[in-house]
Structures are given as C-alpha cells and as structure tokens.
C-alpha cells in the first residue's frame, strides 16, 4: 500500500514555467512534508519542508501548497530554470516514529 | 554542514557473498535509516534505527540485516546477496527534534 502518491511521475516545463509536482497522503498522523531533490549520481538533498499548522512556505523560487482536509501538498517552482531538471520526490513522517515515507518520484526536465 | 558518508560508491559482488554496506554521520542524529532507489519505486526504506543497538523494519527488511554499534554508525548487511539486490543503496539520518533527513551520496551495487 503506497502510502505516499505522487504524480506526474515526469514533467517536461519551458524555462521560466512553473512546475507543479502533487502528492497526497492517507494516514492522518503524518506531520511533516519534505521535499527532496535528487541530482544525478548524487544523495536526494532537503529543499523544503512543511509542517500541518500551515497552508502554504516559501524559500526562495519553491513554495510547498498545503492542503490538510484534502490530505494533498503540492511543491511550485517559480521562474525555473535549467539547473532545477532534477528529480523531486515528496515525503512524510510522524513524530511517533520519525520514518520518512517517500513518493515514487518526479523527474523534471526543464527546457533552455 | 550535515555529513552523511558511506564506505563505498560502486560495490561489485557475487552471489551468495555476504555484504556489508557502512554508514557514517557527525551530526549526532538519533535516528538512521537506509532506503533502496529503483527507478520507477522510488526510494523504499529496508530499516531504521532510533537509537544504538534499536532496529526496525521498514517496508521491505527481507533478505537484509543491519547493526547499529555506535550512534554515529549504521551498517546495512546482505547476508547472502542475490541479484534482486542489485540497486543504489542509500543512508539517512535524522533528529527527533527537527526531523529532516540528511542523505548519503549513494552505494551502487552490483550483484552478478
């Protein structure tokens, strides 16, 4: 049972577009949504992260969309770039046990 | 700046070898844990640790073992490797308090 579900699983954006990656999740109890990025050959890195309490975080181009009654976040990227083709994979843990539960994963391509 | 190290980046074995794969951090994070990426699974997590000499299983433990001797420390053991095994293995750590996860640059391994 998946119980972290993110979609597309690829995007392709003109440079300058912004991206949306979805994600939705089941269990009630998660209560805090990371985002990674993960360069080729490299460890997925912490982006942004964002806790229940509110509806929406900004850091720099990335904001992460927050929905608790749907049980659905969303990660934005604002005036992308060729340097952001990566691949992004949303999460979620609680504080009862601090498992990280990843997404499947998005690869974006973003066109020069 | 947070430190994840593992022992090797490409690991060739054989089948039936036993296989140890190390972890390192210098954080002083409670938690560790080590995932498997696949492409099309994204990231699946094998176990975790909360605490020295404390395991848990993840969603897929089998025909895996770790060790968790030290806090700073955490080994992923392939009793008997077979070829299903072959992936990108990846470490993380974490604290309690802030929750996010800190990855290490990946082991590649090849199991023929």
């Known amino acids: 049972q998946q119980q972290v579900k993110q979609s597309p699983q690829s995007l392709i954006v003109q440079k300058g577009g912004i991206p949306i990656i979805n994600c939705a999740y089941e269990?009630?109890?998660?209560?805090?949504f990371p985002w990674y990025q993960q360069f080729p050959g490299k460890g997925p890195a912490l982006l942004i992260a964002i806790r229940p309490d509110v509806s929406e975080k900004k850091e720099g181009r990335f904001t992460i969309s927050f929905n608790k009654s749907a049980k659905q976040f969303s990660l934005h990227i604002m005036d992308s770039q060729p340097g952001d083709s990566a691949t992004y994979f949303c999460?979620?843990?609680?504080?009862?046990?601090?498992?990280?539960?990843f997404g499947k994963g998005t690869r974006l391509h973003i066109l020069p | 700046d947070v430190k994840v190290t593992q022992s090797s980046r490409y690991l060739v074995k054989r089948t039936g070898e036993k296989v140890f794969l190390e972890c390192v951090q210098d954080?002083?994070?409670?938690?560790m844990f080590w995932y498997r990426q696949d492409p099309g699974l994204g990231l699946r997590l094998i176990y975790f640790?909360?605490?020295?000499?404390?395991?848990e299983k993840g969603d897929i433990p089998e025909g895996y073992s770790v060790s968790r001797e030290k806090k700073e420390r955490f080994s992923l053991i392939l009793e008997s490797a077979s070829t299903n095994q072959t992936s990108m293995y990846l470490c993380a750590s974490s604290s309690t308090l802030l929750g996010d996860g800190y990855f290490g640059p990946g082991t590649r391994l090849t199991v023929l």
């Open positions: 999460a979620a843990s609680e504080r009862r046990d601090d498992k990280i539960i």
């Open positions: 954080m002083d994070h409670e938690n």
């Open positions: 640790s909360y605490d020295v000499k404390m395991k």
């Open positions: 269990n009630t109890a998660f209560d805090y």
